[in-house]
């Protein structure tokens, strides 16, 4: 099983053209829906009474609950953003913990063996409280955003010395390394002694560093993008998702994963919220991917 450690929210999220109050989000959410139309998927995370009862149904029917919690003295994470008009800019508005603010983390006892970890974005120091309780050898990946690089920054360093895989976009990178260059940056990283970075470019796809080499991959030529939150989430899921299937971390299946993470980011730009991810086949993906290879490769 993938265990998938992140937030649980609802999410306001305004583009030009549509704002949708209070839909299902979070970076466990996005990741472990998309990861576990690969493989099985559990995840850690809490919500509060407000949480409604069709998206506790869709975690229901998709992924395994033993280290859910709903807590129904509190409210759920919530998190309110704004697109520009080209849908590449996200501002952030309001980021509410609420129920995370002092949450402490449990894994159950089964989890706690699984070789195959996700700590999506959330506070590095749960991220670490996750880390704990694992027991070794296993395989970590994580992703941040700029709240905790700007709130946590230490911590979040000593989450990434403590990770196998990373997962950052452009401007992640810059802010925490401090510097112009994603190039700098990411090799700035890889001495932290982690195995991968994988830098998230959104419409410009996604480049792969490992210490022997660079692999780059467009995005999929989407005709249709509605709200980009949570693709690079998706991105993690399908990235992760593909790799535990073949529990290989070689050469070719870190590729080919990579290639995986950019068809998952462009289903789930095509709809509001996680809707796309919830009505997707793991046929369709397939088909993508072949799709998306014959326009890369030749
Ligand atoms: P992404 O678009 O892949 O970066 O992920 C977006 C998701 O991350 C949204 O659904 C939010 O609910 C969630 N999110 C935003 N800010 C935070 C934060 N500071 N900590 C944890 N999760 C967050």
């Known amino acids: 099983m993938i265990v998938s450690f992140g937030s649980i929210a609802l999410d306001t999220t305004r583009t030009p053209t549509l704002i949708r109050k209070d839909i299902l989000g979070g970076s466990c959410t996005y990741f472990s829906l998309a990861s576990s139309l690969f493989f099985k998927t559990g995840i850690v995370g809490i919500v509060g009474s407000d949480f409604p009862e069709n998206y506790l149904e869709i ?4 992924l395994d609950l033993s280290g859910f919690k709903i807590e129904k003295s509190k409210k759920t994470f919530k998190y309110d953003s704004s697109f520009g008009n080209d849908l590449s800019i996200r501002t952030t508005n ?7 603010k002092d949450y402490n983390p449990v894994l159950p006892y089964k989890y706690r063996k699984e070789k195959y970890i996700y ?14 309780q694992l027991e070794k050898p296993c395989y970590i990946f994580m992703d941040t955003i700029d709240y905790w690089i700007k709130t946590e920054r230490s911590k979040v360093y000593e989450v990434i010395q403590r990770v196998n895989g990373l997962f950052l976009n452009e401007e992640e990178i810059k802010l925490l390394c401090e510097t112009k260059s994603i190039l ?11 195995d991968l970075l994988v830098v998230k470019r959104g419409a410009k796809g996604a480049v792969m560093f490992t210490k022997d080499y660079i692999f780059i991959n467009p995005s999929y030529l ?15 899921g399908g990235f992760v998702g593909h790799l535990v299937k073949k529990d290989k971390i070689d050469d070719k299946t870190l ?14 730009i095509e709809r509001f919220g996680p809707e796309r991810l919830v009505s997707l086949s793991l046929n369709e993906i397939y088909e993508r991917y072949r799709k998306h290879c014959s326009m890369v490769f030749f």
């Open 184 to 194: 700098k940056g990411a090799y700035k990283l890889l001495d932290l002694n982690i």
């Open 59 to 62: 975690f229901r029917n998709r």
């Open 222 to 236: 989407n005709t249709e993008v509605v709200d980009p939150t949570g693709a690079g989430d998706s991105f993690a």
């Open 119 to 132: 700590l999506g974005n959330i506070d590095p120091k749960q991220q670490l409280q996750v880390i704990d």
């Open 94 to 100: 309001i980021t509410e913990l609420n129920v995370y």
């Open 255 to 268: 590729k080919e994963s990579l290639i995986y993470g950019n068809v998952l980011g462009s289903f789930a």
